[in-house]
């Protein structure tokens, strides 16, 4: 049972817009610790999508926005491309866990 | 450019102990806290273990503590983790990784190609 709540899957049909989103708690995200989203491409190791609740690394589409608010997150991906079927993951810090954790991962599929 | 090249890791018996490594490249190595993060097969990732810059302050993850030590020889641009006592649930691909950011803000980056550890008798 991961900390941090993600659906299991997503998906939608190329071009299409589609959000994922990731619930903690008031010892994580409700307690402003940041939130930062993994891409991981099958057979692949993540990498980077978006640092610091909106921020993202140089190379990545501007397709991809992230966004938090209380004790979410949310990951948004607009015009949907067949590239973009991966496992999404996201991250943040639990205070009383002391630790960081991360949310169980969604599978996004491009119909 | 900037890489992590991980060696190690296969098959190992319960009770047995691996030692996996991971050579830096492209980067001011000293610069950065390293962690190991694991991914057990069709799970998420789970944070193992991370080490300063100065290799003087280390911490591990509840799950692998009193049995992994992570390390790093900064003249070599190395990272280890060495695994003690190993177990089933320990089987997993592992991730070397960067620590980005401070505070209250850190996330992974950038990240070695995974080594899968399996134990199994």
């Known amino acids: 049972q991961s900390v941090l709540t993600q659906p299991p899957s997503v998906s939608g049909a190329p071009g299409q817009r589609v959000t994922i989103s990731c619930t903690g708690s008031s010892s994580n995200i409700g307690a402003g610790y940041d939130v930062h989203w993994y891409q991981q491409l099958p057979g692949t190791a993540p990498k980077v999508l978006i640092y610091?609740?909106?921020n993202r690394p140089s190379g990545v589409p501007d397709r991809f926005s992230g966004s938090k608010s209380g004790t979410s997150a949310s990951l948004a991906i607009t015009g949907l491309q067949a590239e973009d079927e991966a496992d999404y993951f996201c991250?943040?810090?639990?205070?009383?866990?002391?630790?960081?954790?991360f949310g169980g991962g969604t599978t996004l599929t491009v119909l | 450019q900037v890489q992590l090249v991980q060696s190690g890791g296969g098959l190992v018996k319960p009770g047995g102990s691996l030692r996996l490594t991971c050579a830096a490249s492209g980067f001011t190595f000293t610069n950065f806290y390293m962690t190991w993060i694991r991914q057990a097969p069709g799970k998420g990732l789970e944070w193992v273990s991370y080490?300063?810059?100065?290799?003087?302050?280390?911490r591990h993850a509840d799950s692998v503590k009193g049995r992994f030590t992570i390390s790093r020889d900064n003249a070599k641009n190395l990272v280890f983790l060495q695994m003690n006592s190993l177990r089933a649930e320990d089987t997993a691909v592992y991730y070397c990784?960067?620590?980005?950011?401070?505070?209250?803000?850190?996330?992974?980056?950038?990240w070695g190609q995974g080594t899968l550890v399996t134990v199994s008798s």
């Open positions: 991250q943040s810090y639990d205070s009383s866990l002391n630790s960081w954790v």
């Open positions: 610091t609740n909106f």
């Open positions: 990784t960067g620590l980005q950011g401070s505070g209250a803000s850190n996330w992974f980056d950038p």
């Open positions: 080490v300063s810059g100065d290799n003087t302050y280390t």
